[in-house]
């Protein structure tokens, strides 16, 4: 069987004069006196099975001659081929990412095998980019600045690898106005301000492990939407910064351990916020204002106008659970802080004697609706 990733292959041979060659039973070179042929065939995606025969002026069909080739438009890349031969097929794979991205047609995919690949990839067209597992396939940083992948295309998802940034490139992944884009089942760590920043885009960014970035895991610009769900987002300064108008659904994430924030909204963000386990941060989900960007910011942590059901685990946040600083309430109803109490806030007398996070807020006209609150965790 022979593979290949060109789906125009010219079969030819030679042939007796005086004859035809037919082509699973179609004739496609007709009776001629040449003693030699060729013919433009276009694959199948798959296995082809081409059986060649030639008849002669008489109707005598020659014994059959079977050509099976396999046709498979994916391009393929394997860091350990050193053999000197490349050209993306599973048996000749290319051993970089960025070859295989020029090559492969929109729609299709590179694959890539389990190694590392030391690159800066620009994703240009529709593609899936999927490496052999995010345990084993390392796309690194290191020496590069700027973006480690920036995505240029719509219909493009990235997923199994682990994308580090070794402290070296600013950003893991980047985007801006495109849309269909699908970032699943990775790591992505070690980027020296976000691990994803996007902006006027609706990504689902679900099961992947954002930690270790020196700034934010995701950082949310204007016009950002999307659902970012099922994700560990740990060990970051911010878990989440939702900014501009971004209005972003997040949900069943760990949000936990980053030495600022777990969730942060500024500006006119509007996220709606449910189902996730928000904890050992600084603050849980701060609501940042000040005069210049207005009172627009508007989270919904619960029974708001978002939708959400709250449903979040608020718990062990160091300062505070949830902290608006807003002059406008925000609502954070269905959730569990830690007691059966309910949050501590303030001028509640039962602070002292509750072991929950902070319901907090200090603004004239602001503070926090978290009644009902669950009475265990959910």
Known sequence: MTPTNISIQILSGNKEASSSIWLNGTVVISLNLSTDWSYSYNLSEGTNNISVTSCDAAGNQSSAVTAIIEYDPNTYVDAGNASGTEDGTETHPFNTIAEGIVTVPPGKSVIVAAGTYNEKLIINKGIVLQGAGKESTFINGLGYAGNLITIEADNVTISGFTIDGNN????GIYFNNYSFISINNNIIQNNTSYGINYSNSSPTIEN????????????????GAGI????????????????????????????????????YCRESATPIISYNTINNNSYGVLIDYNLTWGALVNPDIGGGEGGSVGKNNITGNSIHGVSNETPHTIKALYNWWGDAAGPKYPRNPNNTTISSDWAYWSATGGDIGFYPWLSAAP
Request: hydrophobic share 20%; net charge positive.
């Open 168 to 171: 070296s490139t600013s950003v």
């Open 208 to 223: 992947n492990n954002i930690k270790n970035n020196n700034y934010s895991g995701i950082e949310i610009a204007t016009g």
């Open 228 to 263: 970012i769900k099922n994700n560990s987002i740990v060990s970051n300064q911010y878990g989440i910064r939702t900014c501009g108008n971004s209005s972003s659904e997040i949900t069943r994430n760990d949000i936990s351990n980053n030495s600022n924030t777990g969730i």
